[in-house]
């Protein structure tokens, strides 16, 4: 078997953002795929990096993909997860992405590692914010939809990441673009449902 070749500047830049942008919607899976792929020795991970694919490190990151990969799929249990990982998803997107170039003396970890955080800000709200506005419908069909194309969006944006970087950049800006559109959409609806609810207990309080 071919040994795998180290990753060139696209693509390190490609897979910082792609580590940062996934931390914020599926954590343990992008830290357990990065490990697995490392360990297969599909790709020549970043030296920052390669702790993810020791045994013990896959292993725990395994057992967490499995918790999450159930939370996700339950209303209202899968609000509260985000909720819990708001302050785990963002650093984490941070600390991968700063990882990917952590061998580097020069200022392209601090670039990175700030590229990170904003996308797994930018995709945690995102993800929180439609979460939370599909779980006012009763029915349980669209957060598990929704869930497994979080599931499957992972992995392929990790993978387009390393195998056509321009074409992740791409695909990038097309979902940040849609992330952001959706994030303010749902937000004005929420709002306006959590007004309608208090305007409800209001009148049922004065007619009590």
Do not use: C
């Amino acid at each position: 078997m071919t040994p795998p070749v180290a990753l060139d500047t696209s693509q390190l830049i490609a897979l910082a953002a792609a580590l940062g942008w996934a931390s914020g919607v599926r954590l343990y899976a992008v830290v357990f795929f990065t490990g697995l792929a490392g360990a297969l020795d599909w790709v020549l991970l970043p030296p920052g990096l390669q702790l993810l694919q020791s045994p013990w490190m896959l292993g725990a990151t395994g057992l967490m993909l499995v918790v999450e990969f159930v939370a996700d799929k339950i209303p209202g249990l899968d609000s509260l997860w985000d909720a819990v990982h708001t302050l785990v998803r963002i650093p984490a997107g941070v600390a991968l992405a700063a990882a990917v170039f952590g061998g580097d003396p020069t200022s392209w970890s601090m670039v990175a590692g700030l590229l990170g955080g904003t996308l797994a800000a930018t995709s945690h709200v995102a993800k929180a914010t439609t979460r939370a506005a599909i779980n006012t419908s009763p029915e349980p069909f669209s957060n598990v939809a929704a869930s497994l194309a979080g599931d499957a969006a992972v992995p392929a944006m990790l993978w387009l990441a390393l195998a056509h970087p321009l074409g992740f950049a791409a695909a990038l800006l097309a979902v940040l673009g849609l992330s952001v559109v959706l994030t303010l959409l749902l937000l004005k609806f929420l709002k306006s449902l959590i007004r309608n609810l208090r305007s409800r207990l209001g009148g049922t309080r004065a007619a009590a």
